[in-house]
C-alpha cells in the first residue's frame, strides 16, 4: 500500500490549500484516514481524523478553520485549510489504518507573506 500527498506549497496569511492523499495497492477496505503535520524542531502532531464512516476529529489548534474529508470508493483522503497562519507552516503527511497504518511521503505547506 502506497500514500500519496498532493496540494502543498506557499500560501499568505489567511489564504486557503487543500491538500489530497490517495492510497493504491492491494486495499480491502481502509479503516481511519488522518493528516499530521510536523514543523522544524518540534514534533510530529495529529491535526485531523476521519473514520470509515465519517466521523472527524480534529486538533484544537485548526478547528472552525480545516476540514477534513474522504471519498471511499478512490481511497482518498482531503484536508481543507482555510485562514491559514504562520504557525500552520509544517511539512503534512496523510496516514491510514488498511488496518495496518501506512504514512504519505510529506507535502510542504508554507505560510508566509
Known amino acids: 500500500v502506497q500514500l500519496q500527498a498532493f496540494g502543498g506549497g506557499l500560501v499568505q496569511p489567511g489564504g486557503s490549500l487543500r491538500l489530497s492523499c490517495a492510497a493504491s495497492?492491494?486495499?480491502?477496505?481502509?479503516?481511519?484516514m488522518a493528516w499530521y503535520r510536523q514543523a522544524p524542531e518540534k514534533q510530529r502532531e495529529l491535526v485531523a481524523y476521519?473514520?470509515?464512516?465519517?466521523?472527524?476529529a480534529y486538533a484544537d489548534s485548526v478547528k472552525g478553520r480545516f476540514t477534513i474529508s474522504r471519498i471511499n470508493t478512490n481511497n482518498t483522503v482531503y484536508l481543507q485549510m482555510h485562514s491559514l497562519k504562520p504557525e500552520d507552516t509544517a511539512v503534512y503527511y496523510c496516514?491510514?489504518?488498511?488496518?495496518?497504518?501506512?504514512w504519505g511521503q510529506g507535502t510542504q505547506v508554507t505560510v508566509s507573506s
Open positions: 496516514r491510514a489504518w488498511v488496518p495496518k497504518d501506512y
Open positions: 476521519i473514520t470509515s464512516g465519517g466521523d472527524t
Open positions: 495497492g492491494t486495499i480491502f477496505s481502509i479503516d481511519a
